[in-house]
Each structure stands twice: as structure tokens, then as C-alpha cells.
């Protein structure tokens, strides 16, 4: 078996995983609402790009994207803008890494900036929780639903937990190679296309105000972040090494 078959069938075998791992291995919260759905959907896609270049790593986000919905069932709710977002979750690491490398020590200061953020957003939607609760959801299958105290809080402290996470995972991991590009890689695609452009595509289908959908995402963004940073740099690390032994 060539070379180039073996990543044709191991890019497929990826593309399966995350049509898995978007249709049927996310949760939404608060259930049958599109505002938070927790996942790891774009994992295999950034992990293709990476291996093999953004051209390849963009045709595997269409390929997904669209397939997903077929057998997920959710032509009815087809938009471009998702489509969009597995394009651009499949091209950007790929392009970033070939294109724009940058010290490791830049990218980990970048890091430590973009955490100190979510941690001090974090904190202040704690400080205030009403921010979340006040507001008032419709849901796609109809009615409305409020967030309740107890949740909001739940939610707000395992985002802070996942902040505190992510930092340390930043600070004291030991020096890999790209492990700092690749955690920026992951915290910046998913604050574009989670925070900002997601809630833009979801007011247009169902209707959600776009600012009323911000909190809620913040408060998603760390706990993505720092699954989509552990398992993608562990398996990069993992792929290229099993490479070079060949």
C-alpha cells in the first residue's frame, strides 16, 4: 500500500470519526436549544490539516460537513455558515502552520493573554450571574426556557475549572514541538467560529438574538478548548512520531 493511499484512508477514517463525534456524541445545554453544544466534532479535521495541509484539510471540512447532515438528518437546518465553519476549521491549521510560524515563545505568551481573558470573563459572569439567567431562550421545538441559578452556576465554575486547565496545561507542559501553535491554533478557531460567527448563522435559522447568545458561548469556549488542546496535541505528537518510524 503507497503512501498516498494510506492518507487517503486514514483522512476518511477521520472524517467518519467526526461525523460521529458532531451528530451523535455532543450535548446541548440546556437540551433541544442550539445556544450550547458541547463537543469535539472538529477534532479530526484539525488534525487532518495539520497532517497534510490546508487544501486537503478544507475538502475534508466540506466532505463532513455535508455528509454529517445527510446522515444526521439535518438537511432541514443546512446553512453555509456552518459549512463555512468546517471549511475554515479545516484549512487554518494547516495554512497557520505552513505559513505563519512563529516563535514558540510568542505563541505561549499569546496563550497566557487569551486565557487571562476567558478567566477574568469567566469571573465576572460568576460576579454576576444574572447575565445568564436573565435570559430567555426559545427553543427550535417550541416554548421558551430560562436557565436556572443552579446551572448557570455549574456551567460558569467547570468554565473557570477548564480556564485554570488550560493555563497550566500552557505554563508548565513540557516543551513539545508546535504544542503552543497548536493550542493556538484550537482557542483561536473556536472564538471565531463558536463566539463569533456561530451566533450569527443560529439567529438567522431559529431566530436568537446574536448578543443574547454571547455569554453562554464564552462560558463553552474554555471547556472545548482545553479538550480539543490535550487530545490534539497528543495525537499529532503521537501520528508524526509513528511517521518518522516508518
Given at each position: 500500500?503507497?503512501?498516498?493511499?494510506?492518507?487517503?484512508?486514514?483522512?476518511?477514517?477521520?472524517?467518519?470519526?467526526?461525523?460521529?463525534?458532531?451528530?451523535?456524541?455532543?450535548?446541548?445545554?440546556?437540551?433541544?436549544?442550539?445556544?450550547?453544544?458541547?463537543?469535539?466534532?472538529?477534532?479530526?479535521?484539525?488534525?487532518?490539516?495539520?497532517?497534510?495541509?490546508?487544501?486537503?484539510?478544507?475538502?475534508?471540512?466540506?466532505?463532513?460537513?455535508?455528509?454529517?447532515?445527510?446522515?444526521?438528518?439535518?438537511?432541514?437546518?443546512?446553512?453555509?455558515?456552518?459549512?463555512?465553519?468546517?471549511?475554515?476549521?479545516?484549512?487554518?491549521?494547516?495554512?497557520?502552520?505552513?505559513?505563519?510560524?512563529?516563535?514558540?515563545?510568542?505563541?505561549?505568551?499569546?496563550?497566557?493573554?487569551?486565557?487571562?481573558?476567558?478567566?477574568?470573563?469567566?469571573?465576572?459572569?460568576?460576579?454576576?450571574?444574572?447575565?445568564?439567567?436573565?435570559?430567555?431562550?426559545?427553543?427550535?421545538?417550541?416554548?421558551?426556557?430560562?436557565?436556572?441559578?443552579?446551572?448557570?452556576?455549574?456551567?460558569?465554575?467547570?468554565?473557570?475549572?477548564?480556564?485554570?486547565?488550560?493555563?497550566?496545561?500552557?505554563?508548565?507542559?513540557?516543551?513539545?514541538?508546535?504544542?503552543?501553535?497548536?493550542?493556538?491554533?484550537?482557542?483561536?478557531?473556536?472564538?471565531?467560529?463558536?463566539?463569533?460567527?456561530?451566533?450569527?448563522w443560529v439567529s438567522q435559522l431559529f431566530g436568537h438574538p446574536y448578543l443574547i447568545q454571547l455569554p453562554m458561548r464564552i462560558i463553552k469556549l474554555p471547556l472545548e478548548s482545553i479538550l480539543y488542546s490535550i487530545l490534539l496535541v497528543r495525537l499529532y505528537t503521537l501520528v508524526k512520531r509513528l511517521e518518522s518510524t516508518r
Amino acid at each position: 500500500m503507497n503512501n498516498r493511499t494510506q492518507k487517503l484512508i486514514f483522512t476518511g477514517l477521520l472524517i467518519t470519526i467526526g461525523i460521529v463525534l458532531s451528530q451523535f456524541l455532543s450535548i446541548s445545554i440546556p437540551p433541544q436549544t442550539t445556544i450550547i453544544r458541547i463537543g469535539i466534532g472538529y477534532l479530526p479535521l484539525m488534525l487532518i490539516s495539520l497532517l497534510y495541509g490546508p487544501m486537503i484539510g478544507l475538502a475534508s471540512g466540506i466532505i463532513q460537513d455535508i455528509l454529517g447532515l445527510t446522515i444526521g438528518g439535518g438537511l432541514a437546518y443546512f446553512h453555509f455558515g456552518f459549512l463555512l465553519n468546517s471549511m475554515l476549521i479545516g484549512f487554518m491549521p494547516g495554512f497557520l502552520l505552513k505559513y505563519f510560524p512563529l516563535k514558540d515563545k510568542t505563541y505561549k505568551i499569546i496563550n497566557i493573554l487569551t486565557a487571562s481573558i476567558l478567566l477574568i470573563a469567566g469571573i465576572v459572569l460568576l460576579i454576576d450571574i444574572s447575565i445568564i439567567t436573565d435570559v430567555t431562550l426559545r427553543l427550535e421545538v417550541g416554548g421558551t426556557i430560562q436557565l436556572g441559578k443552579t446551572m448557570a452556576y455549574i456551567l460558569v465554575s467547570s468554565s473557570l475549572f477548564a480556564v485554570v486547565l488550560l493555563l497550566v496545561f500552557v505554563i508548565f507542559r513540557k516543551p513539545i514541538e508546535n504544542s503552543q501553535q497548536i493550542i493556538f491554533f484550537v482557542t483561536s478557531l473556536l472564538l471565531l467560529t463558536s463566539v463569533i460567527l456561530t451566533p450569527i448563522w443560529v439567529s438567522q435559522l431559529f431566530g436568537h438574538p446574536y448578543l443574547i447568545q454571547l455569554p453562554m458561548r464564552i462560558i463553552k469556549l474554555p471547556l472545548e478548548s482545553i479538550l480539543y488542546s490535550i487530545l490534539l496535541v497528543r495525537l499529532y505528537t503521537l501520528v508524526k512520531r509513528l511517521e518518522s518510524t516508518r
